[in-house]
């Protein structure tokens, strides 16, 4: 079946503007995840979904910057104000329902590289 | 906190050669552990998983890991070494009760011909 999907692949703005970026999980994933890849840097975790709620949304690095999850399946993650320091690679991840086990492979999206001006 | 460490930033190993990449973790319960590979440009790809069970798993490309719980470590092998292989290498942990995994930094890896 499909993969993870993400959308733009690319995207570049300039500082101030907001930006959107899509997520579409692999279908039956209940749990999604968003990660920040920097340059040189690992992946940092900004927000995960069960279903339609965030139950950690700890990761993500300030009030400009949001996430939600609509029917279950697609999800959106908002930066307002872009900075330059928001330039980087934001991955999306589904798996199945995450119990809190810590044990749900992950399948990751191609990713969307933002680009701030 | 738990927390992954990837000691090797940058690996070069000629192709055809054997491939050790270490990885070590920090925290006190069972882990599960997972190694990915990143291609440039692209995603993660799941290169394999270790839930419990055989200490040494086999996953796609021809790599191996071993958890050695004792080193808290899950380093990743390959016996021959090809072009292709060339990327970035991540490995990752999760542990009940909490909700994601927690990454290393990567370890690049080199092939020369």
């Known amino acids: 079946g499909a993969g993870v999907s993400q959308s733009p692949s690319n995207k570049v703005t300039e500082k101030g503007k907001d930006v959107e970026l899509r997520c579409d999980p692999i279908?039956?994933?209940?749990?999604l995840y968003w990660y920040r890849q920097s340059l040189g840097q690992g992946l940092e975790f900004l927000i995960y979904f069960q279903g339609n709620s965030a139950p950690d949304k700890s990761g993500l690095p300030s009030d400009r910057f949001s996430a939600e999850r609509t029917g279950g399946s697609v999800s959106t993650l908002t930066i307002q104000r872009t900075q330059q320091e928001d330039s980087a690679v934001y991955l999306c991840?589904?798996?199945?329902?995450?119990?809190?086990?810590?044990?749900?492979?992950?399948?990751f999206g191609p990713g969307t590289r933002l680009l701030v001006l | 906190a738990q927390s992954v460490t990837q000691p090797d930033i940058h690996i070069t190993v000629s192709e055809g050669a054997s491939l050790e990449l270490r990885c070590n973790y920090s925290y006190g319960a069972t882990p599960y552990l997972f190694w990915y590979v990143q291609s440039p440009g692209q995603g993660l790809q799941l290169l394999l998983k270790y839930f419990s069970g055989d200490t040494l798993v086999q996953g796609i490309k021809g790599f191996e890991a071993e958890f050695k719980r004792s080193q808290s470590s899950f380093n990743l092998r390959k016996p021959s070494v090809h072009w292709s292989d060339a990327a970035e290498y991540f490995c990752?942990?999760?542990?009940?009760?909490?909700?994601?995994?927690?990454f290393g930094k990567g370890t690049m890896l080199l092939v020369s011909p």
């Open positions: 990752a942990v999760g542990f009940s009760g909490y909700s994601t995994l927690t």
């Open positions: 279908s039956g994933h209940t749990a």
């Open positions: 991840a589904s798996s199945l329902r995450n119990f809190q086990g810590g044990g749900k492979t992950q399948y």
